[in-house]
């Protein structure tokens, strides 16, 4: 009922920044939250940061805050994640998240995940 497609991904040095993006699209009567996550090889899948869709307001792990910024256009239905500063540990496959409220439930939905890969 809900896709989310990721975009933005990519290998750059440490230090660099990258942009992805997350749009959501199908059968949306409201959107509650979208967010990010990650997984890095033989770990298992971590928050990162989450944006609530009506306030706005913002939650970030421990390990980015301060280097990555989330944001949105309502408009669009897209999420965005902003990551400066990269380190070689952000090295992992990272998703896409969103709690939405469809004609008959709320549900939460998943994006096919974007590559990210920070060479030291």
């Known amino acids: 009922q809900v896709q989310l497609v990721e975009s933005g991904g990519g290998l750059v040095q440490a230090g660099g920044s990258l942009r992805l993006s997350c749009v959501a699209s199908g059968r949306i009567v409201s959107i509650y939250h979208m967010g990010w996550y990650r997984q890095a090889p033989g770990k298992e899948r971590e928050f990162v940061a989450t944006l609530t869709w009506s306030g706005g307001s913002t939650t970030y792990t421990d390990s980015v805050q301060g280097r990555f910024a989330i944001s949105r256009d309502n408009a669009k239905n897209t999420v965005y994640l902003q990551m400066n500063s990269l380190k070689p540990e952000d090295t992992a496959i990272y998703y896409c998240?969103?709690?939405?409220?469809?004609?008959?439930?709320?549900?939460?939905?998943w994006g096919q995940g974007t590559q990210v890969t920070v060479s030291s």
């Open positions: 998240n969103a709690r939405v409220r469809v004609p008959e439930t709320v549900h939460d939905y």
